[in-house]
């Protein structure tokens, strides 16, 4: 069992060292992302070289380094240091209400909102910081939000081998909120239900009580 455990989390580490080699390799020189920003200036109709805009491009492609630091980043490093000295806790670990600023792929407009994430120990616990740096890294995307939620949950449950993993997702959408649609004031819910959370309804009502949303997901 314990080498399936490790097959597993090995796969994870192979396919995400992967793709950060890949989103570097494909990564445009820092001149080019600002010539790109220029050339998006001049398409809405403005001039790049008029004197407000002239430190733009700099300070657009320092956002989007700051915004996309999630494709450089190992989510199962983060997990990886444990802790087994836990008098025999075998509760639920729920850490609620993290807030997240991600980007939608479609419009490159923000997704806010906050991650409700749940595990039910086997043995280990990991430190809430790093719970909360797991949401991160993958809200530091371009992400659809139910892509999102499951990276989150499989993440911790290949990593951590828990009994158990849920995750819930609440979060307004600029694409519909100030494009589009034009409806704000709405929020999208998605959950995301791994292990007992998924097979043990007591569980996961447990689950959706502590972060406030009874008979709401699942």
């Known amino acids: 069992m314990n080498d ?29 992302a600002e010539e790109a920003v220029r050339t998006l200036i001049r398409w809405a109709g403005d001039d790049p070289d008029r004197e407000g805009l002239l430190g733009t491009p700099d300070r657009v492609v320092r956002a ?50 906050v991650v409700h994430v749940g595990y039910l120990p086997k043995r280990r616990v990991v430190g809430i910081s790093k719970l909360a740096r797991v949401v991160e890294v ?6 659809i939000q139910e892509k999102m939620t499951a990276q989150i949950a499989n993440t911790i449950n ?31 819910v998605t959950s995301r239900m791994l292990g007992e959370f998924r097979d043990n309804p007591t569980t996961r009502r447990e689950f ?5 949303r009874p008979g709401h997901v699942g």
């Open 4 to 32: 399936i455990m490790g097959a597993g989390v090995s796969d994870l580490t192979e396919n995400l060292a992967r793709e950060r080699t890949e989103a570097v390799a494909r990564r445009p020189s820092r001149k080019e």
């Open 64 to 113: 989007y380094e700051e915004f996309f630091a999630g494709y450089t980043s190992d989510p199962v490093e983060l997990l990886q240091r444990t802790f087994e000295e836990t008098d025999g806790y075998d509760e639920m670990v729920v850490l609620r209400d993290i807030r997240f600023e991600s980007h939608c792929e479609h419009h490159v407009v923000p997704i806010i909102g």
């Open 138 to 143: 993958y809200a530091r995307r371009l992400q």
């Open 158 to 188: 290949e990593v951590m081998q828990p009994h158990g993993v849920g995750v819930v997702v609440e979060a307004a959408h600029q694409c519909m909120t100030t494009r589009g649609v034009h409806k704000p004031g709405v929020d999208m």
């Open 208 to 212: 959706l009580s502590m972060i406030g």
